[in-house]
């Protein structure tokens, strides 16, 4: 069923602060360039698509690099606009960067638009005259390392925007310097001196001291792919860039994922003063403008609407119904798994969201096929082994007994496809040992190094009771797989006996088939 999407201007809050008034005002215009700069990155990758296609292979390698820099370059400029909501005070100080940049990306995008669109040239011709043009503007940097530079320059700006402690300020400044030589060969008007008062007092590396989310950063074990997918949308109701309520400067962002080819984005944060979790949703329209909502996670419900999308809703009090807020849909079962657990998570955890639904803790379309009590760091916990429908994949989930947080994933492991001989051992009654097994944690005061044992790191889980490691044991039994019978070459006829045995030819009745 198709939800409409609702959509509302409201004018911003005032605010006396001065760096906030040029967040307000000159914030989401130049904001908004980084999004027509990103559509428009996007749309002279796809020509330069269509002319690789006319080239001859050895012209390739450099036109293929200036299109991985171009995708690379409409990523990061939607990811700085995406993330300024959420870091709005931090606004002020990357507008005279973003000063610095966004005419200069916007002419170079530009110039390779005139020479691709030039029918004078034959298309081979067309690029040779651009890339040696273009690579003589500035000296000792070629077109493909003109997009590097401007990618590690939006880099830093993401670093500086989001307190990283990564920023290095130093090389910002160097990269700042280029591109001014670039501007200057150009003949693109010199931008605004940098504000250093601002620059200063907003990015203090003493106070960066914030550690990232590691669930999404670690490599998936494995990769089981929905065969049909469905459609992100995001349902509103949605605001312009640059009119979402602010936030204090203590936020802390935990997730970022894109969907639909960016064109839905999500992000989790936290409120560090609180620890209250909060969640981003931006839209592009068909042309290219962001809108965007933010809800606190606690006024949100989850759950999985078709086999890859997750469905989020919110109570609308004056309607006494809950109303959709947005679809995502996964290209893979464990992204889905990862980002629900994560949700729920955060959402029960929370000082203020104690209202969570039991039936939030589990996830439709997965069936139980185990479940029994372990000791897990001197903590009892509950194992469940749990069975997708659509993928047939399998996973372990610990959560909580007992108390306010029962059924709250602990942490989960995604079992291999096809289990080896060696990855699951029976160390003594109760405790068994599984290698190569990747365990996403949910729980700050849970520490999964502290089960791994041997010189493999294998993961240990202590049962309460033998019948149920038994019970674990059956469910993943290696089975050998079974060695194909070799055909017989004519000089082996002699084996032939070795598979039917000794057969007269005479009582040989072959079948009616």
């Known amino acids: 069923m198709d939800h409409p999407i609702r959509i509302r201007v409201r004018a911003p809050a005032p605010r006396s602060a001065a760096r906030d008034t040029a967040a307000r005002g000159l914030g989401p215009r130049v904001l908004n360039g980084c999004c027509i700069e990103a559509e428009r990155a996007d749309r002279v990758g796809s020509c330069l698509q269509v002319l690789r296609s006319a080239l001859p292979e050895h012209l390739h390698p450099h036109l293929t690099a200036v299109i991985d820099q171009l995708q690379f370059t409409s990523r990061l400029l939607r990811d ?33 638009m005139s020479y691709y669109e030039d029918k004078s040239m034959a298309k081979e011709y067309r690029w040779r005259t651009m890339y040696h043009s273009m690579t003589n503007e500035l000296p000792g940097t070629t077109l493909p390392a003109r997009f590097v530079m401007y990618n590690q320059f939006l880099g830093l700006l993401n670093c500086m925007l989001t307190r990283d402690p990564n920023f290095d300020v130093n090389a910002m400044e160097a990269l700042r310097l280029r591109i001014l030589q670039l501007r200057e060969a150009r003949k693109i008007d010199p931008p605004s001196p940098i504000r250093t008062d601002l620059a200063r007092r907003d990015t203090a590396l003493d106070f960066w001291k914030q550690e990232t989310a590691t669930i999404f950063t670690q490599p998936l074990p494995s990769r089981r792919e929905f065969r049909k997918r469905g459609r992100s949308e995001a349902f509103g109701p949605l605001d312009r860039m640059g009119h979402v309520n602010p936030f204090p400067d203590d936020v802390k962002i935990l997730v970022k994922r894109t969907f639909e080819n960016d064109r839905i984005s999500i992000i989790i944060f936290l409120r560090q003063s609180d620890l209250a979790p909060f969640i981003l949703v931006r839209m592009r329209t068909a042309s290219g403008e962001p809108w965007f909502c933010i809800r606190d996670v606690e006024e949100l419900s989850i759950e999985r609407e078709t086999s890859s999308t997750l469905h989020l809703s919110y109570w609308n009090s004056m309607e006494r119904r809950r109303k959709p807020w947005a679809s995502l849909s996964f290209l893979t079962w464990e992204e889905l798994v ?34 029994a009590d372990i000791i897990d760091d001197n903590v009892d916990y509950s194992l469940v082994v749990v069975e997708d429908f659509n993928t ?5 989930l610990a959560i909580e007994r007992d108390g306010p947080l029962a059924r709250c994933p602990v942490w989960t492991a995604f079992a291999p496809p096809e289990v080896y001989e060696e990855w699951l051992v029976r160390k003594d009654a109760r405790k068994i040992w599984l290698r190569d097994l990747q365990v996403y944690s949910f729980c700050d005061d849970y520490q999964p190094h502290l089960q791994r044992r041997g010189k493999y790191g294998a993961f240990q889980i202590k049962f309460a ?18 060695p194909p019978i070799p055909e017989p070459s004519v000089e082996d006829a002699s084996d032939i006996d070795d598979v039917y045995g000794s057969i007269p030819e005479e009582e040989f009745i072959p079948s009616e088939e």
């Open 465 to 482: 009771h033998s019948t149920a490691a038994t019970r674990f044991s059956q469910l993943f039994t290696y089975t050998p797989p079974i």
């Open 392 to 396: 047939k994949g399998r996973r372990l």
């Open 80 to 112: 700085l606009a995406d993330k300024s909501q959420v870091h709005l005070s931090q606004v002020p100080v990357m507008i005279d960067y973003l000063n610095v940049i966004l005419p200069c990306l916007c002419r170079t995008l530009r110039d390779i």
């Open 338 to 371: 990862l980002f629900y657990c994560t949700f729920v998570c955060l959402k029960a955890r929370s000082e203020w969201g104690r209202n969570i639904h039991r039936h939030e803790f589990i996830i439709r379309r997965e069936k139980r096929i185990f479940q």
